[in-house]
């Protein structure tokens, strides 16, 4: 089974500043890890995943996420926050549905506002 | 490119009314998913469908039907609308259903139940 924790329910950064959303995993087996972000009164949008190999994965955006093993962690970041970038941003297990099936499990999410 | 497209974008019904969603894709995906979006409770899984004609449950299935048609077409059903079915309804469609290639969504429905 795969799962994940967002520890913080929010975020606030100021404009400019290097950005982080924390995500920690817990699996058997190898993890796949997805992040979303969904932008106010819009649908979510696939940010990046991390399936196997490198373990820096880069996204849409200008976003990038480690992926740390010994840490069990999964952490988005941005060099540089932009006002824009503030939306809710969800990090993305796949479970096992049955049937040869897998599913993608969405939980609460990180609110990140990005102060001017 | 339109991706997926939900119709309608709003729409407010009476207890005990019925209505259809409609979810479209153009991108000749096998996989697709009904969610709903509740203050605090993130998305959960509605009924998913793996193929044209078939169709699953998910995590929160009842009071709702679904049905598979054309693969580019994916409708959620309330046949008795209640108002805990007051959400943000969210489609969505992939390539694979092996959880390594993302779920495309469309900009969502909201309904209100009252």
């Known amino acids: 089974a795969q799962s994940v924790a967002q520890p913080e329910d929010q975020v606030n950064v100021a404009e400019g500043n290097p950005l982080t959303v924390k995500c920690t995993y817990s699996?058997?087996?190898?993890?796949?890890l997805f992040w979303y972000v969904q932008y106010p009164n819009r649908g979510l949008q696939f940010l990046l995943k991390?399936?196997?190999?490198?373990?820096l994965v880069k996204g849409s955006y200008g976003f990038e996420a480690e992926f740390n093993k010994s840490q069990t962690s999964f952490h988005l970041k941005k060099p540089s926050a932009l006002v824009s970038d503030s939306a809710l941003y969800f990090c993305?297990?796949?479970?096992?549905?049955?049937?040869?099936?897998?599913?993608?499990?969405f939980g609460k999410g990180t609110k990140l506002s990005v102060i001017p | 490119n339109a991706g997926v497209t939900q119709t309608p974008k709003f729409r407010v019904l009476k207890t005990g009314q019925s209505m259809t969603l409609l979810c479209a894709q153009d991108?000749?995906?096998?996989?697709m998913y009904w969610y709903r979006q509740d203050p605090g409770m993130g998305l959960r899984l509605i009924h998913y469908?793996?193929?044209?004609?078939?169709?699953a449950k998910g995590e929160v299935p009842d009071g709702y039907n679904v049905s598979r048609l054309k693969k580019q077409n994916f409708l959620l059903g309330l046949e008795s609308a209640a108002p805990s079915q007051t959400s943000v309804y969210f489609c969505?469609?992939?390539?694979?259903?092996?959880?390594?290639?993302?779920?495309?969504f469309g900009d969502g429905t909201r309904l209100s139940i009252l």
């Open positions: 993305v297990p796949r479970a096992y549905s049955g049937a040869g099936s897998y599913q993608l499990t």
């Open positions: 969505a469609s992939s390539y694979s259903g092996q959880g390594n290639q993302p779920q495309h």
């Open positions: 699996v058997s087996g190898n993890p796949y």
């Open positions: 991108m000749n995906h096998e996989y």
């Open positions: 991390y399936i196997t190999g490198d373990n």
């Open positions: 469908s793996v193929g044209e004609g078939t169709t």
